[in-house]
């Protein structure tokens, strides 16, 4: 049997502010990467996810991102190694401590947003990123923009990876994501969503903006919690899987 796993950035609400609709979301996913307060989320609510997620029995993974609230980790911020190994060691930390006091683990970390970008192409950043995640517990699951550089630097350093697949989101013809300030860099229309990401799967392609098949490796596939159709993408991208016979369940876990 074919398994994926499928993903969700959740716990990204903090002090009066909602974002998201976690409580929902988590409802179909089978891994959660928790905000860890640096680009969004505070220590009330990533306590909250982790309890929520566990009982759901959902995988729980780290969100680190770069200490930019106000822009939602979505800016770049020029960053030496030693600070890029601090900043996701302080944040996996904190993840680890709030799922130990609720009788869990964490399993995997995603990089948020510009971090996850940069470490895409970057490899220093790349290599800081997965020597952190090892450092602190080389048996969690680095994940990364399938192909690209975070991935590399994981293997290399000998961690477990995943690769990632992003529902949502366009490519460009050498891989990357769409940049989102792009006027075609989101997917809306689940239907096509669902299209492209049964075909990533099954055939290991996707096109590209430019209308060309590139070749991609989907472990994990992301659907992005903070969006007006979140839910939905969610629930429809779960329908199609399992209507392909496709089983959903973390990276890690084996078949039943």
Do not use: W
């Amino acid at each position: 049997m074919q398994t994926i796993d499928l993903n969700s950035d959740v716990g990204e609400s903090f002090g009066a502010y909602t974002i998201g609709n976690d409580e929902e979301v988590l409802q179909h996913v089978s891994s959660a990467n928790i905000a860890c307060g640096f680009h969004a989320g505070d220590y009330n609510v990533m306590m909250d996810t982790v309890k929520l997620a566990h009982s759901l029995g959902v995988s729980i993974g780290a969100h680190p991102g770069f200490p930019d609230l106000g822009g939602f980790g979505r800016r770049e911020m020029k960053m030496s190694e030693e600070e890029i190994f601090n900043l996701v060691v302080y944040q996996v930390g904190a993840i680890q401590a709030a799922a130990t006091v609720c009788g869990t683990n964490v399993k995997h970390v995603k990089p948020h947003g510009a971090l996850y970008n940069m470490a895409s192409t970057d490899r220093k950043m790349a290599d800081a990123i997965a020597k952190a995640v090892y450092t602190v517990n080389s048996d969690l699951i680095l994940f990364g923009l399938a192909g690209s550089e975070l991935v590399r630097a994981g293997e290399a350093v000998g961690l477990t990876v995943a690769q990632e697949v992003f529902a949502d989101r366009t490519y460009q013809p050498d891989g990357t994501l769409t940049p989102r300030s792009y006027p075609n860099a989101m997917i809306h229309d689940v239907n096509v969503a669902a299209k492209r990401v049964l075909r990533m799967v099954k055939e290991k392609k996707v096109k590209a903006v430019n209308g060309q098949d590139i070749a991609i490796q989907a472990d994990t596939i992301c659907v992005h919690g903070d969006g007006p159709e979140a839910l939905q993408f969610v629930q429809t991208l779960r329908e199609k899987l399992l209507t392909e016979n496709i089983h959903i369940q973390p990276i890690g876990v084996a078949c039943p």
